[in-house]
């Protein structure tokens, strides 16, 4: 039975679908760094919203993580990087609570357009201050997004309601995109000219960070409102402050700070400066969501293998799981067997896929074959961590599909450019291929020559001359060391040719029977492979 650690309050119905599920539940809030370190090697599962922080040396110590679930979209207290490293799939919950956030950016919106927090602290005092506070209207307003993805464009939406005009910067929008909400595309540059409101909805990256700097708040016009719903750190805090005491600023509403909890900051009693404690997403409604979404996504993986809002895997659906497995399978078994006979190293590595196996979701299975090429030479290396593995080596990567296999149905071919050696001006290829017949993993192809056999946990893999006797005196060299032979598979390219002989074993042979095994002349490459 899967088993869960609830490290932040979470919903008690989201509880009952961990249970309902057959998973294991341990609820234990406020944890420390050092006592999650100290809890997590017994759990498959960490749910967490914003105060756990499972950091690197967390992830170090999480033996058995399998997944951490995120009941919301920020994920600033997870080490996703070190979670990646560790093959730990990082899952959020994107769309729960954007409703709740964006209608929270519209009322900081009026609050600061119309000083309703001053004015009504005023009021409260008996003071009656009806002359003190001038307003502004949004209406025919034009209002900037930076960012236009799942909040900024719910956001979008309400400001056109509003009958406000709304430009966007977000290098992700597509121009059909964009037409489809009825916002105009534009540079940041433009933006901070021509709005008179602006608002952020990124996630906080070194792309985003103090992406309102001093510099760039320069650039807006005089009596702009500031809306800051999505992280602290996007927004230069200091500079906003000069620039509302100034009056440059006619208004600043924040929900989130550099630095929070924000005991105190900067901008604390600034003239017409609003302030939320991160309530983005906290409604009733917004915090039952994200728990039962998180719940059931983290029960379906844990189960199933189904992956949904993953920010380090490709996704797969609970219906994909069952079809893409055996080809999963596949892939990883095809994978290993290119890393284990690749003993230099490669530059490069090409997958294609051909037949019905090119209509899946191909993504997962990319990332089980890199898994078990880059598991030969580099140890504990899973789906998740692969695909960032090779691609901070700097290996090219190409991936093809073609509709039709002229032999099987399905078909996955791997070629990988192995790296020059001392005896060689340049690395040759390594092509291998296999299919799912009856369900199990099955090879092939090799070097180009047809041959089906399984993948035998212990195969001896040789490549040699086609020459008559060489088979038996193979059989009798291994027969004399006391190997027994499970299966045994054969493929040439001609008679007389380069031949394949791929040989299930029952034990791995002694390294004085592979030296001799190399030094027959018949023999090319010798190789014990396991699986």
């Not at 009941?71 to 799939?89: F, L, M, Q």
């Not at 190409?398 to 020059?420: G, H, M």
Request: glycine share 10%.
């Amino acid at each position: 039975m899967p088993k869960v650690l609830i490290g932040d309050t979470l919903s008690p119905a989201a509880v009952e679908i961990f249970h309902a599920r057959g998973i294991e539940t341990v609820t234990k809030t406020g944890l420390n760094t050092e006592q999650l370190i100290a809890e997590i090697p017994e759990y498959d599962g960490l749910v967490v919203r914003s105060a756990c922080k499972p950091n690197a040396d967390v992830m170090a110590a999480a033996t058995n993580l399998k997944v951490i679930g995120r009941a919301g979209i920020g994920v600033d207290n997870i080490d996703i990087k070190a979670a990646t490293a560790k093959g730990v799939v990082v899952m959020n919950t994107p769309f729960g609570n954007a409703i709740t956030t964006a209608e929270h950016a519209i009322a900081m919106m009026f609050a600061a357009a119309r000083q309703i927090p001053a004015a009504n602290a005023e009021t409260q005092e008996g003071k009656w201050p009806k002359s003190g506070y001038m307003g502004i209207e949004v209406s025919y307003k034009t209002l900037g997004l930076i960012g236009c993805g799942n909040i900024g464009s719910r956001v979008a939406e309400r400001a056109i309601g509003l009958k406000m005009k709304v430009v966007a910067y977000d290098p992700f929008l597509t121009d059909e995109r964009a037409i489809e909400l009825g916002v105009e595309k534009v540079e940041l540059e433009e933006l901070l000219k021509r709005a008179d409101v602006i608002t952020l909805h990124v996630p906080l990256t070194d792309q985003t960070r103090n992406v309102l700097s001093r510099e760039n708040l320069a650039k807006t016009k005089k009596g702009l409102i500031i809306v800051n719903c999505a992280r602290g750190g996007l927004v230069d805090e200091e500079a906003v402050a000069d620039m509302l005491e100034s009056g440059h600023l006619a208004g600043a509403a924040f929900d989130v700070f550099a630095v929070e909890p924000a005991k105190e900051n900067v901008l604390f009693g600034k003239k017409n400066f609003i302030a939320t404690p991160h309530l983005g997403a906290a409604t009733n409604e917004a915090q039952e969501n994200v728990a039962l979404q998180v719940a059931e996504q983290m029960s379906d993986y844990l189960l199933s293998g189904a992956v949904t809002n993953a920010l380090n895997m490709p996704s797969i659906t609970a219906e994909e799981a069952p079809r893409i497995k055996p080809f999963a399978g596949l892939a990883e078994k095809l994978g290993s067997f290119a890393g284990q006979i690749s003993d230099f190293g490669y530059d490069e590595v090409v997958i294609e896929y051909e037949g019905e196996v090119a209509d899946l979701n191909r993504k997962p299975l990319t990332a089980a074959l890199l898994a078990g090429l880059l598991r030969a030479s580099r140890g504990d290396v899973n789906m998740v961590s692969a695909p960032a593995i090779l691609a901070d080596s700097g290996v090219k990567l190409t991936e093809t599909k073609t509709e039709a296999s002229p032999v099987y149905d399905s078909l996955i071919r791997v070629k990988v450019k192995t790296k020059a050696t001392k005896n060689a001006t340049e690395g040759g290829w390594r092509t291998l291929a296999g299919t799912v017949i009856a369900g199990q993993p099955r090879i092939v192809e090799i070097k180009g020559m047809a041959l089906e056999g399984d993948f035998s946990p212990v195969t001896l893999y040789v490549n040699n001359l086609d020459k008559p006797g060489f088979i038996g005196a193979l059989g009798q060299m291994l027969g004399e060391a006391k190997v027994n032979i499970a299966t045994f598979h054969l493929g040439r390219t001609e008679a007389g040719g380069e031949a394949i002989a791929l040989i299930g074993i029952d034990s791995v042979p002694a390294d004085a029977l592979m030296d001799k095994l190399e030094k027959l002349p018949q023999v090319r490459y010798a190789k014990v492979l396991t699986f």
